[in-house]
């Protein structure tokens, strides 16, 4: 399998901060990287596919980018609808792994 | 629009089987991968398996495979996920998900079916 390692595993910002998660593969999954949005007692929600390309309807805030093994989702302007975990996941082989998750907290 | 429903929480006892339904609307459900995602309680995601409803073709995760069926009837565009011998160890959350490929993003989810395995 393919592990994703994300990190960190929690974290704690303003609104109005700039947020960057990270996620490393153990081997290279370009264009096959995607992050989901959970919010407690929520299904998880696609945010990012492909890497980069923004899901239909998700705020512009949201930004995929990486290549190869390294990833990182960032979130432009935190705002407080943004506490939720975060997930990385890779489809370039099954099983579609995920990442341990990150928390986010908007203080 | 697109829709995935799921069945409702179930409780059951070590050694028993369910499936679970997830019901779909709103696009071509043979066209599309439907993936199962597990959640243990205050974990993370887990990836299952997948199966594309036109032709039945399925993957599973290794450390599943033998442990869970994918199905699905294209007459009524649901997919299933059929456990038997259910353990402690299944109690979580089972999510569908929708995706256009095999190793694609899933796009769509459902709501989530809580099992609980409890004698």
């Known amino acids: 399998d393919v592990q994703m390692t994300q990190s960190p595993s929690s974290l704690s910002a303003s609104v109005g901060d700039r947020v960057s998660i990270t996620c490393r593969a153990s081997q290279t999954v370009t264009r096959h990287v995607n992050w989901y949005q959970q919010k407690p007692g929520k299904a998880p929600s696609l945010l990012i596919y492909?890497?980069?390309r923004l899901q239909s309807g998700v705020p512009s805030r949201f930004s995929g980018s990486g290549s190869g093994t390294d990833f990182t989702l960032t979130i432009n302007s935190l705002q407080p609808e943004d506490s939720a975990t975060y997930y990385c996941?890779?489809?370039?082989?099954?099983?579609?792994?995920f990442g341990q998750g990150t928390r986010v907290e908007v203080k | 629009e697109v829709q995935l429903v799921q069945s409702g929480s179930e409780v059951k006892k070590p050694g028993e089987s369910l499936k679970i339904s997830c019901k779909t609307s709103g696009y071509i459900f043979a066209k599309y991968w439907i993936g199962w995602v597990r959640q243990e309680p205050g974990k993370g995601l887990e990836w299952m398996g997948i199966i594309y409803p036109d032709d039945s073709d399925t993957e599973y995760s290794p450390s599943l495979k033998g442990l869970v069926t994918l199905s699905a009837d294209k007459a009524t565009s649901t997919a299933f996920l059929h456990f038997t011998n259910l353990q402690a160890s299944d109690t979580a959350i089972y999510y569908c998900?929708?995706?256009?490929?095999?190793?694609?993003?899933?796009?769509?989810w459902g709501q989530g079916t809580f099992v609980t395995v409890s004698s």
């Open positions: 492909a890497d980069v």
């Open positions: 996941q890779q489809g370039y082989i099954t099983p579609g792994t």
């Open positions: 998900a929708r995706s256009p490929l095999a190793g694609d993003a899933l796009d769509s």
